[in-house]
């Protein structure tokens, strides 16, 4: 089963999350085999983070529960709240599979949180700027509750177009970079 985790942070956690930093990366290198994207969000202009986002294939809720709230930085007070959701990875690779390489142009995080008749159902044609691409499911994988894409845009505004606008109460626009250590 796939989920969509999005730790947010903490005002003021930037040091205790740089403090942390390898306790992070050694969590999720044991994840390593199931992660499908990671990587952190940012202010405008990519200079504070303000989350991490992590899309994994995990046994179950057990598990995704575990994942998101054992990790070291959730356990010392570094994030303020965890988006966890089933997910559906419609692209069916991982970020590493992405044709555009780790580096180069602007990467987005876009949250669509919705209910009702699902949106967005259909990989979009500019399926090559697209590094992951999935709705957001209930626990039991049942019912909608949004879309979560990673991609490749020219800015904000055109990565706030991927998704149909008036099929969700909040759609989130997100700066974001391939996470995990240098290769």
Known sequence: MEYFCYHRDRVGSV??????????????????AEMIARGPTFHDG?????GSVHIV???GPDAARA????????????YRDVLLRRWRNLLGRTMWDFPGGREGGNRYLVLGLGSG???DLAVPP???ELIAY??????DGATWLGTAVLLRARDADAARAVLTADRYADIEVHDWQF???AS
């Open 15 to 32: 040091a205790l999350r740089d403090e942390l930093l390898e306790e992070h990366w050694a969590y999720m290198d044991r994840y390593g």
């Open 46 to 50: 990519g200079e504070a983070p303000t």
């Open 57 to 59: 294939d995990l046994p």
């Open 67 to 78: 994942f998101a709230f054992d990790e070291p930085n959730y356990q010392a007070g570094v």
């Open 117 to 119: 008749t699902g949106a």
């Open 126 to 128: 500019a399926k090559d």
């Open 134 to 139: 999935g709705p957001l499911l209930s626990d």
């Open 179 to 181: 996470g995990g250590r």
